[in-house]
């Protein structure tokens, strides 16, 4: 456990600094055709304090969390920032003035379970598996807990303790079919330890019996018809859309760099029925899967509406990117190590719910597809994407069909979005990644499925 309060060393703090003392602990457990192939537990702690002086930053970091060290780490922090400013002489803008103060301890209030424990559950559901589904001839069942625990405290008087633990299953089933492997994988989890997510096997039961299903079903499938075509992109699609194709292009660092975005501001960038939003820490009356409630500059945490009926709006911000824009910061920076400068990051990006049923967007398309999971994604900085799918459908005269296999989408972002048609009334979240932007950082990504025209690969 880290220290909660950090307020004793504020008359050290002789320049705009921030002090943060973090551990983030993991556990990882991976059970593959019954053999157990990883075990691993670890943590990584520390402290570290950043200062603004004359337009730069100084930074220092120790991983000893001991008094001498923490007045270490502020002293040759403010000693870098000054003497680097004195150097550059850059004569930069006060930075904005934030303030935060919370505490959030999402931490399970049951009995921990051991090492064992979680390795024999990890077995239990790899013995269903072998058990239930005669048609696997491949199975991996993996087990990753993460727990990010951090203390902060800024010369504006912020002041923040956090911990947000993340619990994932991944399970992943393979079969043949004419000499090659077909293969599905499926995500469970999300916020909260352990103990909370996953309180028994049976209850991941009946999502496991579909992922057999659609397993099936796929091996038994065909592949999609290469072009432009009609789909029904389904939330988990949508949420990497919404990250990875638009969202990295609004962090006003990436803005500064030259994304697209830069020039599109108060611009029209999708259809009306798009609204797209970076919450802060709930959505709809439910708490998010990243609840971030104070970020590691000591900002208030707010959401951003990115995309407002269409419209580009604005972008995400630290604060120093905030006095370059003109706008304000609104807890976007975020850091994952203790030794770690905080970045522009996401947290949880929605495309957010229209008015429309799924059953009834599928009825409205006469010949394209259903794509329901995406394998991975990426997009640069103009907002070209291509996806992997690894689920989905046909339709043909507004029914489902056969199952496709493997494909990808690929396409203009910005150009995708002003085709959509229908928004679903559904609001689904994932947060399985994490996202490599410079340094991992946990994110969730979401939304509703969404109606339009994308360009699919064939075989």
């Excluded at 200062?51 to 970091?61: I, K, L, N, Q």
């Excluded at 209030?109 to 390795?119: F, G």
């Excluded at 970076?278 to 709809?284: E, G, K, L, P, T």
Aim: aromatic share 8%.
């Amino acid at each position: 456990m880290i220290p909660k309060e950090l307020g004793s060393y504020s008359n050290l703090f002789t320049e705009y600094t921030e002090l943060r003392v973090q551990e983030n602990r993991s556990v990882n457990i991976a059970v593959v055709n019954g053999d157990v192939m990883g075990n691993s537990r670890s943590s990584s702690s520390g402290v570290s304090a950043r200062t603004y002086s004359r337009g730069v930053w100084g930074f220092a970091s120790d991983p000893e969390i001991k008094d001498e060290n923490i007045r270490k780490v502020i002293a040759f922090a403010t000693r870098n920032a000054k003497f680097l400013g004195s150097r550059e002489n850059r004569g930069g803008k006060p930075l904005p003035v934030t303030l935060g103060n919370c505490i959030r301890d999402y931490s399970t209030s049951k009995t921990r379970k051991s090492q064992k424990d979680l390795i024999d559950f990890v077995r239990e559901i790899d013995s269903r598996i072998l058990q239930e589904f005669k048609e696997i001839s491949s199975r991996t069942v993996a087990l990753g807990l993460l727990d990010m625990e951090k203390s902060l405290l800024t010369s504006d008087g912020s002041s923040a303790y956090s911990m947000t633990p993340k619990t994932i299953m991944y399970i992943s089933m393979s079969t043949e079919r004419d000499g090659q492997s077909i293969e599905l994988f499926d995500i469970y989890g999300g916020l909260g330890q352990f103990e909370d997510v996953f309180t028994a096997p049976d209850l991941l039961f009946e999502q496991m019996d579909r992922h057999y299903d659609h397993l099936r079903r796929k091996a038994e499938g065909i592949y999609p018809d290469a072009g432009i075509r009609e789909c029904i992109l389904d939330a988990d699609l949508a949420g990497i859309l919404a990250h990875e194709a638009i969202g990295h292009t609004t962090e006003a660092d990436l803005v500064r760099g030259g994304s697209i975005a830069g020039d599109y501001l108060n611009q029209e960038v999708a259809s009306p029925l798009i609204t797209m939003v970076d919450f802060a820490n709930s959505a709809y009356g439910k708490l998010c899967p990243i609840p971030v409630f104070v970020d590691d500059e000591g900002t208030e945490a707010k959401d951003v509406v990115l995309i407002d009926g269409g419209v580009l709006k604005r972008f995400m911000h630290n604060k120093e990117t905030s006095i370059l824009f003109d706008d304000e910061p609104k807890g976007n920076a975020r850091a994952y190590r203790f030794n770690d400068e905080p970045i522009i990051r996401m947290r949880n990006t929605a495309i957010l719910p229209g008015k429309s049923k799924l059953e009834d967007m599928i009825a409205s398309v006469q010949d394209g597809y259903y794509l329901m999971k995406p394998s991975n994604g990426e997009a640069d900085s103009t907002s070209e994407f291509m996806f992997g799918i690894i689920q989905g459908y046909e339709i043909k005269n507004g029914k489902l069909g056969r199952a496709i296999r493997d494909t990808t989408i690929s396409g203009i972002a910005f150009d995708m979005l002003k085709t959509v048609t229908a928004v679903s009334d559904e609001m689904k979240w994932t947060s399985a990644g994490m996202c490599g932007k410079k340094q991992p950082i946990p994110v969730a990504m979401g939304g509703p499925a969404i109606k339009c025209r994308v360009n699919i690969g064939g075989r």
